[in-house]
């Protein structure tokens, strides 16, 4: 498989900092050492122990889960505002609001479930679009 190399750090995983912590690029996901691991949301040059991360570890790989998402103002994916919805009806409905689930503030415990879901459901639709 023919080996491809990140345009921003030309191969040497170091252009600005933190650009080779796999963020996003124009061209796909650098791996951390100028190797472009995603392009179209298509893994490339994938290894062979790679294919048994979790999902988890694919979305940690991928930076889905260190972005700072209320800071930068990204929206919730829409998966995530309906099932939220749903958690918390359910909770207090069937539970008597076991977790307390609340959403729409900053810092409450849905909104942050909501930002981890994000990152999951953004994995899906990567793993899906393969």
Not at 102 to 122: C, I, P, R, V, W
Request: glycine content about 12%; aromatic content about 12%; charged content about 35%.
């Amino acid at each position: 498989m023919t080996r491809r190399i990140c345009p921003k750090c030309k191969g040497t995983g170091r252009q600005e900092w933190g650009h080779c912590d796999l963020v996003e690029m124009e061209c796909g996901i650098c791996d951390g050492y100028g190797r472009v691991i995603a392009v179209d949301g298509k893994w490339v040059g994938y290894k062979e122990k790679k294919k048994n991360l979790t999902d988890y570890e694919k979305a940690k790989e991928l930076g889905l889960t260190n972005i700072d998402r209320w800071g930068e103002g990204v929206e919730h994916h829409p998966k995530s505002i309906r099932l939220i919805a749903f958690l918390i009806e359910h909770d207090f409905e069937d539970y008597c609001d076991y977790f307390c689930w609340k959403s729409g503030g900053d810092g409450d415990n849905g909104e942050t479930l909501m930002y981890q879901m994000d990152a999951f459901f953004e994995l899906m639709d990567i793993i899906d679009k393969q």
